[in-house]
């Protein structure tokens, strides 16, 4: 449930999570230039996709993130590029909520351009299977971290949700082996056929 619905957080968690991915929307918005708006769109819409098929895990559901793999070739603009898939969500299918959309797009956008951040020069310097086995890792990781902060807003928002944010912690374990496969396998391909998507200024477009 990285898609937290309205009426679950409090005052502070909303506020405190909005100003900071506003703050994250607006450095990204600073790196889209020509070619990475092209590359924005098109993980966005990735990203819109791959959410919309979740698997019930326990008393939660997950879906794919790919967080690291927009982290790597967006940068700080995996902010914006998550925002606009977010809101989308929010108005088509009800995903989520309007009021959390700033809780939501920090969980999940953070941890993909921080380890984006960390692994993009080595990704970059690696060959296809290093460069994959490096971006599985990362999404472990990166999943990891969106498990941590959505179970961190619901425990900082009420005591109440503290057992509930724990259980929830456990069903990302097996999101996080889903997401280092198909992160792994998507860069190692991108090395083979497209090797100047990690690097700066180039990728996708």
């Known amino acids: 449930m990285a898609h937290i619905p309205d009426g679950l957080l409090s005052l502070p968690v ?3 999570g909005g100003v900071l991915a506003a703050a994250g929307i607006g450095i990204g918005l600073r790196h889209l230039d020509e070619a990475r708006l092209a ?3 098109i993980l966005s819409a ?3 996709s791959a959410s919309l098929v979740s698997v019930p895990v326990g008393p939660s559901s997950v879906h794919l993130l790919l967080t690291v793999l927009m982290g790597l070739v967006l940068g700080p603009a995996i902010f914006p590029a998550v925002f606009v898939a977010l809101v989308l969500q929010v108005l088509m299918f009800g995903f989520g909520g309007l009021s959390t959309l700033g809780v939501n797009t920090l969980n999940i956008a953070l941890p993909g351009a921080l380890v984006g951040a960390l692994l993009r020069p080595l990704v970059d310097r690696s060959g296809p299977r290093g460069a994959g086995a490096l971006a599985g890792a990362g999404a472990a990781l990166a999943t990891a971290m969106t498990a941590g902060g959505v179970a961190l807003a619901l425990a900082l928002s009420a005591s109440a949700y503290v057992p509930s944010a724990r259980v929830l912690g456990l069903t990302y374990l097996p999101l996080m082996l889903g997401e280092a496969l198909v992160t792994g396998f998507a860069v ?4 083979r056929v497209r090797p100047e998507t990690f690097r700066p200024g180039l990728g996708l477009a």
């Open 14 to 16: 909303l506020v405190g």
């Open 39 to 41: 590359r924005g769109a």
């Open 46 to 48: 990735v990203f819109f």
């Open 188 to 191: 190692a391909f991108l090395k």
